[in-house]
């Protein structure tokens, strides 16, 4: 494991889904998940990349406000490391996030333990300064890893759950 992950505990646990509706009222009768802030995010050209390219996909997102949070993610267009999953794997369990100090020093661990970032998204947050580097752990993990530098503040939501 990367230096840069030792000793952190996930911040997100993220599911893939089909509907975030209906996936978050699932969340809700069995595990009292919500509340839920939703965000739906266009495609952004140059701030993501999939597969070593520039990248525009979109999706609909929820997160919760428990610890580690719950985050459900609709793929809607695009190539994408969500939509890709979804179709190879069909819903459920995606990946595991760790607030980092650094994605590039993050992603060159990861890359020097063999596992490369196979997405990367360059800016986000209401500032545009977030940004995030999802690895390739499947093979070792089943899953997988993500890294974030979250954004100072997060663009105001779309809708509610």
Known sequence: MAPSLEGLAPFQIAFV????ERAAREFDA???????????FGPQGQGREYRGRPAEW?????LNTRSPQYELIEP??????????????????HHVGYVV????????????????AIARIHS????????????DTVDALGFLVEAVEPPSEMPSTDFTL
């Open 30 to 40: 069995r595990l009292g998940a919500g509340p839920w802030r939703g965000w739906v």
């Open 101 to 116: 100090a650094s994605v590039k020093q993050t992603s060159a661990e990861m890359e020097a333990a063999g596992h490369p």
């Open 58 to 62: 979109s999706l609909r997102l929820v």
């Open 76 to 93: 809607l267009d695009g190539p994408s490391i969500h939509a890709d999953w979804l179709e190879e794997r069909g819903e459920g369990f």
């Open 124 to 135: 986000f947050g209401a500032a545009g300064d977030g940004r995030a580097a999802y690895y």
């Open 17 to 20: 889904v089909r509907d975030v």
